[in-house]
């Protein structure tokens, strides 16, 4: 079972607030409109490919620390929402 992870946006304000940058400002700096930093922060929205790209390189990090934040978030919410229903369903090895 996938244990219950944050939204990479709780992630994302705790880096900004370390540095001392308001997300506005990290929002210019990167090239983006302010509602976008502002909806990943509040969990309303994912990180993009094109967003971690961005992230990656302001912060000095692989795009894919920012893509796996998002895509483990994801995964835990989906185990959430549908991981039972799942289990029950038929595998490769075990089709009756």
């Known amino acids: 079972m996938l244990q219950r ?4 946006g709780v992630i994302l304000q705790d880096e900004l607030d370390e540095l001392g940058v308001v997300p506005s400002e990290f929002a ?5 409109p302010p509602n976008r930093i502002s ?8 990180i993009t490919a094109d967003t971690a790209l961005r992230f990656g390189h302001w ?5 894919l620390f920012w893509i796996n934040l998002q895509s ?3 995964l835990a919410a989906a185990h959430r929402r549908i ?3 799942i289990r029950s369903l038929p595998t490769a090895f075990n089709r009756s």
């Open 5 to 8: 992870t944050i939204h990479p």
């Open 83 to 85: 991981g039972t229903a």
């Open 59 to 63: 912060f000095g990090v692989e795009p």
């Open 39 to 46: 909806q990943i922060i509040s969990g309303k929205r994912s």
């Open 28 to 32: 210019r700096q990167i090239d983006v």
């Open 72 to 74: 483990q978030f994801d």
